[in-house]
């Protein structure tokens, strides 16, 4: 009989891809909240500073019924969208367990794409469920979305390094 602690079969910190889901459910809920956004568009938008605390407020949420019922749905739709193709986003591209060399950079670049894809998609999704669901508007809405992913997908993809691959 071993003296010996049990094999874990789990690690104490988690995966790649749940801590990047997690970053992305946080700054989804915090910086689309309605006080960040609030907040946000007090700042001035021709600093690059208050350029880009306004491009976080991108996927904004809110309750309140102000405009048309069309534009609330379709609005909170890309935010709760984009959190779950985020996740699965996250769990599809493991680039970090087929890449030849394993290491951090691919994990932050997987979890960098990942946010990307998933901002893209879920403002064509939402464009197309919307009140003016044109073809135009949502690759136009699309675009924006990839811009969004591509300028703070950083931040997912520096919290996917928190996790084992």
């Known amino acids: 009989m071993a003296l010996s602690n049990p094999p874990r079969t789990g690690g104490r910190y988690g995966t790649a891809a749940g801590t990047g889901a997690l970053a992305a459910l946080l700054l989804v809920a915090?910086?689309?909240?309605?006080?960040?956004?609030?907040?946000?568009?007090?700042?001035?938008?021709?600093?690059?500073?208050?350029?880009?605390?306004?491009?976080?407020?991108?996927?904004?949420?809110?309750?309140?019924?102000?405009?048309?019922?069309?534009?609330?749905?379709?609005g909170n739709l890309r935010a709760v969208l984009l959190v779950i193709l985020a996740v699965v986003f996250l769990y599809v591209l493991p680039a970090s367990q087929v890449a030849r060399v394993?290491?951090?950079?691919?994990q932050f670049f997987s979890g960098w794409a990942a946010y990307v894809l998933a901002s893209g998609f879920a403002s064509l999704i939402a464009a197309f469920l919307g009140p003016d669901p044109a073809l135009l508007v949502a690759l136009q809405s699309a675009g924006a979305g990839a811009t969004y992913g591509f300028l703070s997908g950083w931040i997912i993809g520096t919290a996917s390094l928190g996790g084992r691959a």
């Not at 946000?40 to 600093?47: E, V």
Request: aromatic content about 14%.
């Open 102 to 106: 394993q290491g951090s950079a691919s």
């Open 30 to 74: 915090v910086c689309g909240s309605p006080a960040y956004v609030g907040w946000a568009a007090g700042t001035d938008p021709n600093s690059a500073g208050g350029w880009f605390l306004q491009l976080l407020s991108w996927p904004a949420w809110r309750f309140d019924g102000d405009g048309a019922a069309g534009g609330l749905v379709a």
